[in-house]
């Protein structure tokens, strides 16, 4: 490594909550009002280059950032991340980091998560900071990204302040290989309204967020418990009812907020109908119409085949994808 400048490129992958993180205790420090547990869609990725380089005394600091080719505007967060890197490095340092995905950005595939993964594990890398400090990073970058600094079920444990905030692996990824992930992109365009305003205004004014956190606990004890003794039917239902009770809080928000569309509902349909004579499927959906499908190797390809011919891609959806889960990032 050249002192002046150094350059790393890493792979980090999106990850998908079974139970999800829905409300803020603090923005400053991105700290949850509850705990969330996810696993890392394998098939998608963000790759990033970080070129990290001395800068003199005196001299402007000017960090870029681009995606997919295009240079963007730091916003607030990239600000928070690189300001969080200087602040415990002894010399100024400037950041250019490029990076590129293999998925829509917009798509509201948690593509921030597996961005944000990817930024602050290069500069983890890069600067020797322990896991604790990658974990901030992401978590400064997107909530959801600290997810997926690690790999196999992770939870991310809300804690009261930044250094009690932190992220667990439970099972590395082959703990379960057998399991898949089918994911449906009903609309590619960036979301109505943010994650972040959405939390703020749940938080704010829903009586029945209260009820959601009373149960987290209890949730993720039982999410980490079906997942251990491998009880996909358990584990299903639970994924459903997080999903479920998440969007039913965004909805007792107010004025409400409404991410599932008509065709969120029929894939909703879709799946307990295909869950009819046993449970072999479980639907999920972020801050979007977008749904993430749970099943088994055994029967991701009849699953894949009656989403696509109840729903036709290129006209009810855009695409369907399949992917295993679990991996972590890693240096390319
Ligand atoms: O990390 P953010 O701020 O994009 O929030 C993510 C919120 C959900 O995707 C809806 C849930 C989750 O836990 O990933």
């Known amino acids: 490594l050249d002192e002046e400048e150094r350059k ?51 001299e402007e600091i000017g960090d870029t950032v681009s995606i997919n080719g295009k240079d963007v505007g730091l916003n607030s967060r990239f600000h ?7 602040d415990k490095l002894d010399c100024q340092w400037s950041f250019t980091v490029s ?15 597996a961005g944000f993964a990817a930024i602050a594990f290069a500069l983890g890398k890069t600067f020797d900071l322990p896991e604790h400090d990658i974990v901030r990073l992401a978590r400064y970058g997107s909530g959801s990204a600290s997810r997926s600094v690690l790999s196999g079920l992770v939870q991310w444990k809300k804690g009261n ?8 692996s439970h099972f590395s990824a082959d703990h379960w290989p057998e399991l898949r992930l089918v994911i449906i992109v009903v609309k ?6 943010s994650s972040k305003e959405g939390m703020e205004r749940t938080a704010k004014t829903s009586e029945l967020l209260q009820d959601r956190i009373r149960r987290n606990q209890e949730r993720i004890n039982l999410i980490i418990s079906a997942f251990s003794s491998h009880d996909f039917p358990s584990l299903a239902e639970l994924i459903m009812r997080d999903s479920n009770e998440m969007h039913a809080v965004c909805l007792d928000s107010y004025p409400p907020i409404q991410y599932l569309n008509a065709t969120s509902w029929s894939i909703i349909n879709f799946v307990h109908s295909f869950n009819k004579e046993s449970v072999r499927a479980a639907y999920t959906f972020d801050a979007g119409p977008n749904a993430c499908i749970f099943t088994l190797k055994e029967h991701v390809n009849e699953l894949y085949d009656r989403v696509t011919s109840t729903f036709s891609k290129g006209k009810e959806v855009k695409d369907v994808y399949i992917s295993e889960l679990g991996q972590g990032p890693q240096i390319d």
């Open 161 to 168: 302040d930044k250094t009690e905030s932190h992220v667990v």
């Open 99 to 113: 990076s590129s995905t293999n998925f829509p950005v917009a798509a509201g595939l948690a593509s921030s998560a």
């Open 8 to 58: 790393i490129t890493v792979i980090a992958h999106p990850n998908i909550a079974l139970i999800k993180y829905w409300g803020k205790a603090s923005e400053a420090e991105m700290i949850p009002l509850n705990d969330s547990i996810s696993l890392a869609v394998n098939y998608f990725h963000a790759k990033t280059t970080l070129i990290a380089r001395k800068v003199e005394k005196g």
């Open 188 to 193: 590619d365009e960036e979301k109505a309204l």
């Open 80 to 86: 928070r991340v690189f300001k969080s890197v200087r």
